[in-house]
């Protein structure tokens, strides 16, 4: 419309110009092109200063709903349908959300602290920049997920499905995985102390820089995992399987690798003062100073 406008203003300048000077006809030109251009800015400014539409909070729950803001603690929405709503800053302390359905919902920059969500519907929903300590995920289905520098001390992820979820800088402090699916899960740069890992399923996840001092991963599936400059001073990995892993320049001192699978797993410049490594596996494994372990080795790099 305002290029319409622009070229009636051009025509109507130059059927003009028979009957005024060319300097006249430029400087009327001049002047509703201007008047023009103000004209359209206008219209263009208040097209984007339309509001969005705002949150209603008392509005049921449904798919896509805008609850972005609302006080909804200690809600009651068991079982409610909340896919792809928009959550942010949604305050759902202590609610109980049990086998909600917040597929491709955005819960960012919300509280979340001790909301119960065990067994919910949850692939892809965004938890960034969250609070949900002592929240509860146990059994929820969480493919794809994000809880990026999320604060989640004692959550509970036991027996979730947890495939590719990304915990990036999260705190995830004496956390609970026991038996959780986390294949291609990443905990880059994540706070991990003391958490548990038991019997979890993390092959070919990623905890690059990540610290998990402390923490439990007896019978753990780590093959394939990047463990790149990790913190695991201290940590129990009884039975666990690292065969494959990356532990260059990890810090392992006191750990306790006993019975755990270390084939072809590269433990380059990592530190392992203290370390326990009685009955590991070694084969084919690369060692702290670079030697390559000969495939029976066990206990020791021969």
Known sequence: MAGNALINLVKHAFRASSHRSVATTVGGLSARMTTGLMALGVLIFSALSVSPAHADCNAEPAQG????????????????????????????????????????????????????????????????????????????????ARFVSSSLPEASFVGADLEDVRFDSADLTASRFNEARLSGASFYN?????????????????????????????????????????????????GANLRGANLDRASLDGADFTGANLERADLRNASTRGTVFEEARLGNATWTDRRHCRPRSVGDCD
């Open 190 to 238: 994540a706070r991990l102390q003391g958490v548990d890992f038991t019997d979890a399923q993390a092959n070919n996840s990623r905890f690059t820089r990540a610290n998990l001092e402390g923490a439990r991963l007896r019978g753990a599936d780590l093959s394939d995992a990047n463990l790149e400059q990790v913190n695991l001073e201290g940590a129990d990995l009884t």
């Open 65 to 144: 709903i805008n609850w972005a803001g609302c006080d909804k603690q200690g809600a009651e929405l068991e079982g409610a349908t909340l896919n792809r709503a928009l959550l942010r800053r949604i305050d759902f302390t202590g609610a109980m959300l049990q086998g909600v359905n917040l597929e491709g919902a955005v819960v960012t920059d919300a509280s979340l602290d001790e909301a119960d969500l065990r067994n919910g519907q949850l692939r892809r929903a965004d938890f960034g920049a969250s609070r949900l300590a002592r929240a509860q995920f146990d059994g929820a289905d969480l493919k794809g």
